[in-house]
Structures are given as C-alpha cells and as structure tokens.
C-alpha cells in the first residue's frame, strides 16, 4: 500500500501501534543484563602476543582425526562463528563429528602497527598450525578460511601446500576487481599510504562505517525500524543484540598489514597477478593442489560471488568443489538455512577425504 494512498486515521492508528511497540520494547530492553557470545565450550591451548588459539571440545566419541583450524578475518571477531547456542556454525561442525581449533586474533593496539601480513600468515598462522600437528602427532591439517581469513588461508596454502591437507574457503575473496564489486571500486583511488601514514593503526570504528554504508538505508535506517516489531521477549531481542555487539565490536587494524592488504589485494589485484609477496615468499595459487571446498553466498554485498568463484581459474588441485549458498554475507553464518547447510556440507565434504 502507497503511503499516499493511506487516509490520514490510519496514518494516525498506524503511528500510535508503532509508539505503543516501542514503548513496550524500551521495557523490554531495560530487563536485558550482559549481552553473551560463543556458547560452546572451549579451552585456550596457545597464546602469542594478542593472538589465542582455542580448541572446542568435542561432541562426538570419534571425531574426524584430522582437525580443522578457522581462520576468520582480521576485521572482525570470530564469534560470529558461534554467536548463541541456537545460531552456531562451530557446534554444528562439532555435532558434524569435526574436531575444531580457531584463531582469534585479538585486538591489536599502538605495539602493532608495524605487523606485515607476513607476520600474521607466516609467523602466527603458522606456528599456531605446528602447534595443532605437534598435538595430533600430523603432519598436515585441515583448514577453514572466512573471508578475509579465507585469502589468508589461501596465501598460507599456496605457501606451505605440505601442512595443508583440505583447504575449505567460506565467502572468500579472490579477484579483488570483479564489475560488482562497489567495495573495491571505492578502494582504487584512495591514498591507502596517506591513511596509514597518518593514522597508524586504522581504527575499527572506520572500517565499520564504511562496511555499513555499501547498504545504508537497510543496515543503518530500516533495521532499527524493523527492530521494534522484534523486542516482544527478552530472548528475541538478545539475539538482536548479539548481532549489534558483533556488528560494532571492530578491532583496529595493525597499520603495515593494512596498508598490504589494501594495496596489494584491492589495488593491483595481486592474489591472482602472483604480485603478492609475504616476507620474502610469492603467493602463487597454482601451487594449492590439495583438495577445496569453495562455499559462496549468492546474494553477498561485500564478497560477489563472481569475487569468490574465480578461484577455479587459478588453483591446480584436482579435486574442486563449490557450494552456492542461498543468501548473503551474514546469512550464511546465522541463518537458520545455514545452520542445516553449511556444518553438514563442510562435514560430509571433509569425512569423505579422511584418507
């Protein structure tokens, strides 16, 4: 129905339902105490400078023997992974018979700003894989890569092929220059060594803003329209909440890391030029032979699918797989579609390589 096409009692009736479901929501908001993330139980096993790697405990007699590390993005935190008890890919995937180790990467602060994406990828990551095969008695594991930790997991693969036995990549970027992709086209001209120059560190709360503003109208003016119709009970509007704590709980980014992944990856599209060089090591795709599951999200406004599906041209495995999941960056870690999708995807997908 057109709004002008609304006579001006229901406009009136419809304001007044509206105050009404807001006023009730206030009292529902105030009856909320602290906000809680990452529901499933887990042990701290390693911890270097700001970053801890964690191991979720198990939920089956046998799990896959060979464990699976997530590595998520750097710009955001990975409990999103495992936001509640009822939207959590991790107790999915555990539940999938997987044994699980994540990374998380801390928040870094004014002692990081000369960290290089080497450092991340060939310092942390790595010691943090030799930590997990010590553990195992391996000498290669599986690897979960998430966005932005998915390029990491593709530059540690093509680094060390030996310590990688099946490379999952989830919403993964790959060709930074695809035509859909209005992040990159607003990266292109900017003095990505003005910023950092100036700012050291680029704050979280930046980035955050910048993400929200691809979809302005949906993620900063009619969400919290819609919001009101769903602060009813308390436990409907934690789950809002939680989505709000992660949203806005953005880590500064270690300058030198920053200004490489920009530069190199937005830039010159350096991933799939083989112009990106960590330390003193080219990240060559063609040298990923190990078997990859690409799973991708149809409808997703930072990672286009074309971003993600141009892998195939690059890697030389010989066992490839995609998975088209229907929705969108978000969706795909929280949605109920992806609860049932994504873990038992990832598990039969895994098992069947056990050997």
């Known amino acids: 129905m057109s709004l002008f096409s609304l006579r001006p009692d229901q406009v009136v009736q419809e304001m007044l339902e509206f105050n009404q479901k807001l006023g009730e929501g206030l009292k529902t908001l105030a009856e909320v105490q602290e906000i809680d993330v990452g529901s499933t139980p887990k042990e701290q096993i390693y911890q270097e400078d700001k970053l801890v790697l964690y191991r979720y405990k198990p939920k089956v007699d046998k799990p896959n023997p060979v464990p699976i590390l997530i590595v998520y993005a750097l710009v955001n935190r990975p409990y ?3 936001l509640q008890a009822d939207r959590s ?9 997987q044994d699980i180790y994540m990374i ?17 990828v060939n310092g942390y990551m790595h010691r943090c894989i030799k930590n997990i095969c010590k553990r195992h008695g391996l000498n290669k594991i599986n690897l979960l890569g998430v966005c932005q930790g998915g390029t990491l997991g593709l530059c540690y693969s093509a680094l ?15 060709d930074f220059k695809t035509p859909d992709n209005l992040l990159s086209s607003w990266v292109q001209k900017l003095n990505i060594d003005l910023l ?35 602060l009813g009970d308390i436990e409907t509007a934690k789950n809002f909440l939680r989505m709000e704590k992660w949203i806005f709980d953005s880590p500064d980014q270690a300058g030198e890391a920053f200004r490489q992944f920009m530069k190199d990856f937005f830039q010159q599209n350096g991933l799939i030029e083989n112009k990106v060089i960590l330390g003193e090591k080219r990240v060559e795709l063609k040298n990923i032979t190990m078997p990859v599951l690409n799973i991708y999200a149809t409808e997703d406004h930072l990672v286009p699918p074309a971003a993600s599906l141009a892998l195939k041209k690059h890697i030389t495995t010989q066992d490839y797989t995609e998975f088209a999941f229907r929705g969108g960056h978000i969706g795909i870690y929280v949605s109920q579609r992806a609860q049932k999708e994504i873990p038992s995807t990832i598990g039969r997908w895994l098992d069947a390589r056990r050997s």
Not at 104 to 120: C, H, M, S
Not at 197 to 226: A, I
């Open 89 to 97: 890919l991790i107790k999915n995937l555990l539940e999938a018979g």
């Open 80 to 82: 999103m992974m495992d």
């Open 104 to 120: 998380d990467w801390g928040y870094p602060n004014k002692v990081d700003r000369f960290l290089t994406l080497a450092d991340y």
């Open 196 to 230: 950092v120059d100036t700012l050291g560190n680029v704050p979280g709360e930046l980035l955050n803003w910048t993400f929200l503003s691809m979809k302005p109208f949906r993620l900063t003016g009619q969400k919290y329209l819609d919001m009101v119709d769903n």
């Open 160 to 174: 060390y092929p030996e310590q990688v036995k099946n490379l999952v990549t989830m919403v993964t970027p790959v």
